[in-house]
């Protein structure tokens, strides 16, 4: 295994950025959501979809507002999935060098798929990687507790998403937002094992201790030097 820790290490990085302002919109969505949404709503309601209605000019900036927090979430999240994936695939080439990014792309975007094969996927990173041996359990469990959490996400987004209607803009709230988090927290931890591994076994071995060396060799020569005078003494 020959793994480039500068590199790798970047891209870590990258996902620890990405998820973060991905966890942050989101948070300033559902702030939104609960504090001027279920009114903007109604404010909507009453317009009659009619832009020239009078008070139409009064939710021009609240609506502006949660467009822009929509867009912020879409791309923190595509930012988030890019960052990820690069860092995935850099991870299995220092795994395996010449490592092709086809199989990752396809473990994430293959519906049904998707729901599967990226957990496996990491987990054989993660012991393609030479972890400790006894770290196998804390790491399954950390494995299993994000691939949870992702699917859980997904189920309440999807939730709230269909069944947001005539008094929710979204339908998140504090719950779909504390899910988010703790997503992104265990997919920033199972990254973080990774690269620790890896990094760790790039760097080169600690040189050999001198004060051991010189504990073998003195003995050695002081054996050679009292020997020395006897052999002298034999040929005399």
């Known amino acids: ?68 927090l929509i867009m912020l979430v879409t791309a923190t999240t595509v930012a988030a999935a890019a960052a990820y994936l690069t ?4 991870a299995r080439q220092n795994v395996s060098p010449g490592a092709q990014a086809a199989p990752v792309l396809a473990a994430w975007a293959v519906p049904g798929v998707n729901l599967v094969a990226p957990p496996v996927l990491v987990h054989r990173l993660w012991w393609g990687s030479r972890p400790p041996a006894d770290r196998h359990g804390r790491w399954v469990a950390l ?65 050999a201790r001198t004060g051991a060396v010189m504990a073998r060799a003195v003995p050695l020569i002081l054996t050679e030097q009292g020997s020395a005078p006897q052999v002298h003494h034999a040929r005399q």
């Open 143 to 207: 494995l299993a507790a994000w691939w949870l959490s992702w699917l859980a996400v997904l189920a309440l987004v999807l939730a709230r998403l269909t069944a947001a209607g005539d008094t929710d803009l979204t339908g998140l709230g504090p719950a779909e937002l504390a899910v988010v988090a703790l997503c992104a927290l265990l997919c920033a931890a199972t990254v973080r094992q990774i690269t620790r591994i890896q990094v760790a076994g790039a760097r080169p071995g600690p040189p």
């Open 87 to 90: 860092w995935l695939v850099q």
């Open 1 to 68: 295994m020959r793994p480039s820790s500068s590199p790798h290490t970047k891209s870590a990085s990258a996902v620890y950025v990405t998820l973060t302002a991905q966890v942050a919109a989101t948070a300033a969505l559902v702030v939104f959501e609960q504090t001027r949404g279920r009114r903007l709503v109604r404010e909507i309601s009453a317009l009659g979809g009619d832009p020239h209605a009078p008070g139409a000019q009064a939710v021009v900036g609240a609506v502006s507002v949660f467009a822009i």
